[in-house]
């Protein structure tokens, strides 16, 4: 038994529900979980399926034909399916924080993430140690204003070579060209220190420190040419108050960040995230 | 356009989502919104539809006994239907405490529970003036140990007159009987000022504060014959320290009693709770 | 025997706990409770006391005078003694929105709050019944752009009237003049639907719900001339989905209104609240 | 300067806080924080101050001396005073998960932790390449119910070795004899994965999951004779719903592990725990 997983987003209209489960049955196939949403405003309907199919590889090739010819471009529907026994793989970028690294890493450790972590890259070569202790290869790109071009590039092959499906920035601090991200659209997830929209940029602790606030946040988000503005996953918090200073602030943070970004990850992994008019859809 | 809920569990096979979903389409019907689960372990199977017929009352008397000849079943289904824009009647018991009293006619007022209350229960006559300042009708029905089964008995004629669909004890501080229960199965909402199963029983702050939790809780669950042992809708909590006595506990747990009862209301009246095996579905 | 609460601060210096402790000792009073904090990076020390002494009146503005002679001027202070057992009066001023008025009031019914509240202010007659209900004045002050200034110097002379100590916007949709702030300098608290500094401004549940966030928030504040840029009470959030939509978000913030509007006013009432620096130190 | 933290609780009497802060002042230290708290139902009257001293160890020998004859026996006083600036000496005991111990030795390589871990001791040999991967002695221990005495005999010889001064269980799946945790009262810390005193024993996610509660939980607490009853030190909730089983109340489970676990460890630390009556003040 072939376990699958379908996404799939199309402009709402009667009968999609019944049509591509009877569809599945028709072929075969068993419609073990389905979960659905309707943006109501937009008029647009999103569907996330896990199937079983006791079908072969090639099989499975002329399911996806026929579900095309037949089904999803009767709905003009955008979609999607996954094998959902194959591990992702997974590139990490660092910097010299280690926290979100180590948690990453303990947490693929110990089987909690279903992915292969075939490289670590990072512009720093303080972090080599934990890529070490873990096993993982670790190759240092340095960037400048004047190499960054020239780094990206560097980056992009390393991606290739090693069949790269998605990239974590796990405390990278550098800013991603648009050309890169193009190449990897909603395939990049970044951890931003702040309850987006609330204090983008840098120092975000700092500058909510400053302004008094009594809860800080930690929000994962797919990168897009627009700095902190793309796609929200997911958002933490934590409460604070008069007697934590900036950097206690960061230290409460730091727990924000791991968590936010793991769960980020889960969902990624686990094809329950779908992106439509710069926001995600997160099925449960 | 008729809206209406469709609520259903079954053991769980193959295709019924397509059987259930094709079989609307074809009496006209529109799948607006599905929401699916399975217990695996169980082998149950969970679904809530919502949907719209243009048809009038009569067609939809047909659709429910085509459903259960043609559907229901075939799957061996329990099921139910509701119509989603007919607002269900709703009776409050309560005893002293005014808090949750305030905040559910404070949210019926404003609109935001689509629910009619025709009428409020009390074996104090405290609450009285509250009542009457929301214009709802106020039965005193005093509880002694000898007048208890009398009690309940006018109880459930003045349940019948108003023809209620549910009850909710908004702290009403007398045990229902088994008899009582009975004739409203999963039809009574009780709130209890605990994190269940921690501290059942009364006096669950004093307790709380004994044992130096550093988190106190409320839940709202169904009532069954066994106390504090019913089905949970929903939990809240809130942090406590040191600097709080069993008194603070009761202030802050005042505001999760509201909060959770005011959901399990919500959650009861959007159709949204399925009861299995003593535990809620509870869809989103 | 009296019991007083003393708010300082002052610019950190050596000893400064100690000079007071023995100072109120020695004016046979007893410290029953203390709460500090220093600011480490300004240097500014702060300190909430509750003392209690069995003394008069007569002896205790003899205490003020004493203290402000041989403590608070050696060390600078800005000071302030209040009398616990005396409740505050507070105003409220609404518009149209009643989930916030009704749960104050339901909490002053009950009890929770201590305090006075002789007046309800309104630019709308539409919460008129909820005010009767609780039998408590509603003034009806109509507002427009030509009023303006009118109404306010109207609700100014009613708030000198009626003795009011501090005043709540309960959804009051009126922005405050600079002129009559200045007149309750930190004394009007002010309840803003969304996590500050996230989306300030006029409607922050769309502006919200068009970034995609996954936590909604509210915050109470007090009001200065900047419009959501005054010092910062108290904070609460809650989590929202894909399958929220703005108008979810509004009904999900009533009750992080609700309940970050209560803390605010709560924190008030007990003195526990010092400003400084555009912040506040919120004592425990 | 010497830093130094005094933890005082006594029965409550007037002019505590006076006497100390004086004290402290007539020596030459500098109180720079306080913090306080009265259990008015116990009379118990708790303190922790932060001192600074321009003196030598041997001055503060000397001072020791001087407030034991001179305040502590006045007041019968319970106190300790720690040199703020020494690292504690924690040992970890494990056994086969390695969530906890990845956490723990994550936080602790990247400096977020004040503490020394010269041991990691465990009665499996799993978890080695870890504590060889992060340079920390690891002792493998076996235990059986005939060698338990003889096993703990051999763990005290070497925290005794190691001059440790609290221990850790970090997910150690072994029940402490009362002869060892006599040895360490209130200096062993331990995590229970769950809400206690809600699910003690063993297996609490699954008795979570059966009893279907909507809230998950972890408790790190001191380790006394009574297992799972010892002084609640942090407590920490999830979320869950019908959709998650008992795996993932577990998956979900082991973020809070880590978090209240660290937490417990972070006060522990910085000496602001404080043990009466089977329950611990936590200074902020």
């Known amino acids: 038994m072939k376990k699958t997983t379908l996404l799939i987003n199309c402009p709402d209209r009667k009968g999609i529900i019944a049509t591509v489960t009877n569809f599945i049955l028709a072929k075969k196939g068993n419609t073990i979980y389905i979960e659905q949403h309707v943006d109501r405003e937009l008029k647009e309907f999103f569907m996330r399926l896990e199937c079983e199919f006791d079908e072969d590889e090639e099989k499975l090739a002329l399911f996806k034909e026929s579900f095309t010819?037949?089904?999803?471009?009767?709905?003009?529907?955008?979609?999607e399916m996954y094998n959902a026994e194959k591990k992702p793989r997974m590139a990490l970028f660092v910097s010299k924080y280690n926290h979100c690294l180590y948690d990453i890493l303990g947490r693929y450790a110990s089987g909690e993430l279903k992915v292969h972590i075939p490289i670590i890259i990072s512009n720093h070569e303080d972090l080599k140690p934990i890529a070490d202790a873990f096993d993982i290869p670790f190759k240092y790109i340095p960037v400048t204003t004047d190499t960054k071009r020239q780094a990206e590039t560097q980056q992009i092959e390393l991606l290739k070579e090693y069949k790269i499906d998605f990239i974590v920035l796990a405390r990278y601090m550098q800013i991603i060209s648009s050309d890169f991200i193009d190449q990897f659209p909603y395939k990049i997830i970044n951890i931003h220190r702040s309850f987006l929209p609330a204090f983008p940029g840098t120092k975000p602790y700092h500058s909510a420190y400053e302004r008094g606030?009594?809860?800080?946040?930690?929000?994962?988000?797919?990168?897009?040419?627009d700095p902190e503005g793309g796609p929200?996953?997911?958002?933490?918090?934590?409460?604070?108050?008069?007697?934590?200073?900036?950097?206690?602030?960061?230290?409460?943070?730091?727990?924000?960040?791991?968590?936010?970004l793991s769960r980020a990850i889960k969902h990624h992994l686990e094809r329950k995230l779908l992106v439509y008019n710069n926001k995600t859809v997160v099925f449960s």
């Open 69 to 79: 010819t037949h089904v999803a471009e009767n709905y003009n529907m955008h979609w």
């Open 213 to 225: 606030v009594k809860i800080i946040g930690a929000t994962s988000h797919y990168v897009t040419s």
């Open 232 to 260: 929200i996953i997911e958002q933490e918090i934590a409460r604070v108050s008069h007697i934590h200073n900036a950097d206690d602030f960061m230290l409460k943070g730091r727990d924000l960040e791991k968590i936010v």
